[in-house]
């Protein structure tokens, strides 16, 4: 495992338009196998991360390996062996959903079985429907199964699932841990953390250009901003919180101290990861408002750390 | 499905640039005829023309009669020639400008660019699409003519002969021009507005509607300079008495110029075309 070189190295990445900085110098990388989840707000510079990634645009600086090659530089041999999934299209969609997979599928060496990924992607009944007749959430479809349709080693997928309704996602999940299974290395960009969480090995978190954080699912954000909180209601009906690490102790005592009563409205709540991501976004954004404010005022700096989930909620 | 979609499928060689430009063609000639816009104002547009013209001036009498009224030519079989040369014009031209602006601005163009599809099959496919759907259009043209409009056509081999050169030269040369001129549009919405006035105009100058030899010099000289005029000028020696000769500019067909003519703008088209196109906008 440890000889197999990364499927994406990316160092110092860099991109401006004109005087605008989208990305400044974000450094990562994704193991074969992998499925990395790419978060952050909109305009945080993703797209543009993962469209340089694609081969779409050309970088200001820095180093980037897709497959040992330099997308930039990316050839059809090359092309063959990814697959993307854009964000969405409005293309004019006079193909039926087969002859479109049929035809795509000539393009590549090795491709999938069409039926087959018709089944996966949900759309057997649609098989035969020109592509202009079908709903948001079914056009969606058929971009994913365009994008595995080459049997790609490294699928892009750039919000996938905007526009599915709930039923639809899981099912899409379903189909992506498929994929994970038989070993497709994934980069995923999704405003939905809970696609992340079911998804994703490991996240990055994008922010004004920058990767403020990196790491596993479940470890990101550090465990500080993972410590549960404990939620009831006191004596007056007003609601209390206490942030702790042993939230069975702080139970235990209330339960002690109010001599064995019942306590109304009791919750022990583990941030989720939009929890996590959302004080890691809002304490980088008070940060970089700080730096600024820092020219005249140092002192008026915010500690992010000091942030809590009940501020983050607020 | 993972279990079906993992089963490992014998390992095939790459498509060759050619077999995808054949099976791009294919593809592109099925949409074509699903696209009720470019069917009415390509495809059929020089059938109604020439109904039009055929309805409207039939009654004033043979064009090119002597003064007693013998000899010269119907209306329809007047306007033959130029309708076959707009409708090369129309099918290259007009159809892959509008078309490769749309697909440029609806990510079509994108979605090919992030996959193993060479550019040079991409072209292939456009092109074929433009000669089959001109053939059939031509084709189509000639049956009304003959059997609707009753319009006598040429039965000289050599009379076909030219036919063939000048409309596979000159569907060729529409063809890379509409592929130049598709980097024109700023966005697909504003592709017909950009191409349909200088196709308008253009057969206007060039001889389609209006009789070329009656147009004041200037303007014939003008149209000299685009390759309608030529296309138009090729069909008229195909299906016109040899004695409309004496009408032309030059007193007669000038066939070599308008295989020069041709030939120039098809280079200037293939040029333009491999310097311009882009699967997307590239920035920086």
């Keep these: 495992m440890t000889a197999t070189p990364p499927v994406v190295q990316v160092r110092d990445l860099q991109k401006s338009y004109g005087s605008v900085e989208a990305v400044r110098g974000v450094s990562f990388s994704i193991e074969a196998g992998e499925t990395f989840a790419l978060l952050g707000p909109n305009g945080a510079g993703k797209s543009t991360t993962i469209e340089i990634l694609e081969g779409y645009r050309d970088r200001t600086g820095g180093e980037v390996r897709v497959l040992g090659v330099d997308p930039h530089r990316g050839g059809l041999d090359w092309k063959a062996r990814i697959g993307i999934v854009l964000q969405t299209s409005n293309e004019s969609g006079n193909a039926t959903v087969t002859e479109q997979l049929r035809h795509f599928a000539g393009f590549y060496p090795h491709p999938r079985d069409v039926d087959e990924v018709i089944d996966a992607a949900g759309l057997r009944e649609k098989a035969k429907t020109r592509i202009s007749k079908l709903s948001g959430g079914q056009r969606r479809r058929v971009d994913v199964a365009l994008g595995i349709i080459g ?32 070993g497709t290395t994934i980069l995923l960009t999704t405003h939905y953390l809970d696609e992340a969480a ?13 990767l403020i954080d990196i790491g596993p699912l479940d470890t990101i954000g550090g465990a500080d901003a993972r410590v549960p909180v404990v939620r009831w ?5 007003l609601v209390r919180e206490e942030r702790t690490s042993r939230p069975a102790q702080v139970v235990a005592d209330l339960v002690a101290s109010g001599k064995g009563a019942e306590l109304e409205g009791l919750e022990v709540i583990r ?17 970089a408002a700080g730096n600024e404010a820092a020219m005249s005022a140092p002192e008026a700096r915010p500690d992010p750390s000091r942030l809590t989930d009940k501020d983050v909620r607020a | 499905m993972s279990a079906t979609m993992m089963g490992t499928r014998p390992q095939h060689t790459a498509p060759s640039t050619l077999a995808l430009g054949l099976s791009r063609i294919g593809y592109e000639t099925r949409l074509y005829f699903r696209s009720p816009d470019t069917l009415l104002f390509t495809f059929f547009f ?3 023309m020439l109904g039009i013209f055929t309805a409207a001036f039939s009654s004033s009498g043979n064009i090119g ?51 193993p599809l060479s550019p040079l099959s991409y072209f292939l496919g456009k092109i074929g699409q433009v000669f089959v759907t001109a053939i059939l259009q031509a084709g189509l043209l000639l049956l009304v003519a003959g059997l609707v409009l009753d319009i006598a056509l040429p039965s000289e081999p050599e009379k076909w002969a030219t036919f063939a050169w000048v409309f596979v030269f000159g569907v060729i040369t529409s063809a890379f021009l509409g592929i130049a001129l598709s980097a024109v549009p700023r966005s697909g919405r504003s592709a017909t507005a950009v191409v349909a006035p200088v196709v308008l105009v253009l ?18 000289n003008l149209a000299s300079i685009f390759p309608l005029k030529w296309m138009a000028q090729g069909m008229r ?48």
């Design chain 1, 233 to 237: 209601r006191d004596g007056n009906g």
């Design chain 2, 65 to 115: 009669a002597n003064p007693d009224g013998t000899g010269g030519v119907n209306v329809g079989a007047y306007y033959l020639p130029g309708m076959l040369a707009a409708g090369m014009l129309l099918s290259g031209v007009q159809n892959l400008a509008v078309d490769i602006a749309g697909e440029k601005s609806d990510g079509t163009l994108k979605r090919l660019g992030g996959t």
């Design chain 1, 198 to 210: 079911q998804l994703g090995d490991r996240a990055g978190i994008i922010v004004g250009g920058r």
């Design chain 2, 237 to 284: 020696s195909v299906f016109l008495p040899e004695s409309f000769a004496a009408a032309e500019q030059s007193g007669t067909w000038d066939l070599p110029w308008v295989a020069g003519a041709l030939g120039v703008w098809l280079v200037l088209g293939l040029v333009l075309s491999r310097v311009t196109f882009r699967w997307i906008r590239r920035d920086a």
């Design chain 1, 271 to 287: 941030p989720s990861l939009e929890d996590v991501y959302l004080s890691l976004v809002r304490g980088h954004e008070a940060t």
């Design chain 2, 203 to 220: 057969q206007f100058i060039s001889g389609v509607y209006l009789q070329f030899t009656t147009l004041p010099e200037w303007m014939q």
């Design chain 1, 151 to 182: 049997r790609p080693e490294l699928l892009f997928l750039d919000e996938p699932t905007t526009g599915f309704d709930p039923e639809a996602r899981h099912q899409f999940w379903n189909l992506i841990r498929g994929l994970k299974a038989e």
């Design chain 2, 46 to 48: 020089p059938f109604i």
